[in-house]
């Protein structure tokens, strides 16, 4: 292997190194008490709690009354053991959601001399530590859901309590109905407040906009995004900003396993139906590319990686009527005018694709019939003709190219 090839190696893993050493904050939380069998808190007992899908473990011990604790987990699902002198150990599987605080408690059963036996057990149905009324949509959820724009956020107004029509294309300057826009608009509000007091949330960091209450500033692929809380009561104390609705997204991360998916979804004028009042479009073309890998860079050692991309291509035709100087009138001021400012801008920038559908004004009518043809005041208008075209009407067919990229990197 060659210098250069050494120091490229090398390189790419100190990156992934400071990569993976960054850490998104996390609130959801898991606590519970250990009992024995008669209901009494088992003191100083040991809890593990393992993510199944990263093998990533965190261990406490409980306090003298069994209390246990373990805060900003990532939405997944666990498996927490308890063990304790005297007792059989004791696993139980539950699965956490975004912003969730889940109350898991844990019996142990008391162990035989000759025995140990390991007893599994089931998180309880209902969770007594949440309060909040509030709704997850997971990545199979999403796939399944029909998304407008491919945007996420169009899933907000299916929370119990929110009203609104969702994602708008307008409102803000740079609003648009996908996720390649600098600003998101969501007509959505909870709480009988505006859709102003919305806040939006991505991996912990806040992404509603400073300067336009309720607007956000980001919006990431769905591919990307593990799942979508919208909360709209008894918010926790991070989300003191928002009084209508808390809209949390959490993105996927890398895995003991190798995962990943690759997609285009393309529409153009002929896939659409006509209609009554249309029966052909003006041609158009969309392709919304998305594809992303995640995985172990070291199997097994908790070292993991996150990789996505969703570039967009697309145009749309779109016919504009407009005016235009007629080549007559460009001819005549470049004979008569040749080194003018004007006359460079007539020569520079001539209409393009405009086909002219008549006559907007001749010189008569743009300079005056008295000031044009031999009988002008300005000598050089002199040898204008009064019936010389000026302004044409006309129209100009365009292409609107709206072209984007979004990439996702790993974050913990």
């Given at each position: ?19 993976v ?15 024995d ?9 040991s ?30 699902s ?20 975004t ?17 140990t ?60 109905a ?146 235009f ?39 008569a ?48």
């Amino acid at each position: 292997m060659n210098r250069v090839a050494v120091l490229a190696l090398r390189s790419g893993l100190l990156c992934a190194f400071f990569v993976v050493s960054l850490r998104a904050q996390f609130s959801a939380s898991i606590e519970g008490v250990v009992q024995d069998p008669s209901s009494a808190g088992v003191a100083n007992a040991s809890v593990t709690v393992t993510n199944t899908a990263t093998s990533v473990k965190q261990t406490t011990n409980a306090d003298n009354q069994g209390n246990y604790r373990f805060v900003s987990l990532a939405p997944g699902s666990y498996s927490i053991t308890a063990t304790a002198s005297g007792f059989t150990k004791t696993q139980v599987n539950v699965t956490l959601t975004t912003g969730l605080n889940l109350n898991v408690p844990i019996s142990l059963q008391l162990a035989s001399q000759a025995t140990t036996v390991e007893v599994t057990g089931t998180a309880p149905v209902m969770d007594t530590a949440e309060t909040r009324n509030q709704q997850t949509i997971e990545s199979s959820e999403v796939a399944a859901l029909p998304l407008s724009g491919r945007n996420m956020v169009n899933l907000v107004t299916l929370a119990p309590g929110v009203t609104g029509r969702g994602l708008s294309s307008y409102g803000s300057p740079g609003s648009a109905a996908d996720n390649f826009a600098t600003e998101q608009q969501v007509d959505a509000s909870a709480n009988g407040r505006s859709s102003n007091a919305n806040m939006y949330v991505v991996d912990g960091l806040d992404v509603t906009s400073n300067i336009r209450p309720g607007v956000l500033n980001l919006t990431p692929n769905p591919d990307s995004i593990q799942e979508a809380t919208t909360a709209v009561n008894t918010f926790s104390v991070e989300y003191g900003r928002g009084s209508s609705l808390v809209y949390t997204m959490t993105t996927r991360s890398g895995t003991d396993q190798f995962h990943g998916l690759a997609s285009d979804y393309f529409t153009n004028q002929h896939l659409w139906a006509g209609t009554e009042f249309a029966h052909s479009y003006l041609p158009f073309h969309s392709n919304n590319i998305s594809a992303n890998i995640g995985g172990p860079i070291i199997p097994h050692h908790q070292f993991f990686f996150f990789f996505g991309i969703e570039p967009l291509r697309s145009s749309a035709a779109a016919v504009n009527t407009t005016t235009f100087e007629d080549p007559q009138f460009a001819a005549w001021a470049d004979q008569y005018f040749p080194n003018t400012l004007g006359t460079k801008l007539l020569s520079s920038y001539k209409p393009t694709g405009a086909i002219s559908t008549g006559v907007a004004k001749t010189a008569a009518a743009y300079f005056g019939a008295t000031n044009c043809g031999p009988g002008a005041a300005i000598v050089t208008l002199a040898t204008l003709p009064c019936n010389t075209p000026v302004v044409d009407s006309g129209v100009q067919n365009l292409t609107n190219v709206r072209n984007g990229l979004q990439l996702e990197y790993p974050h913990r």
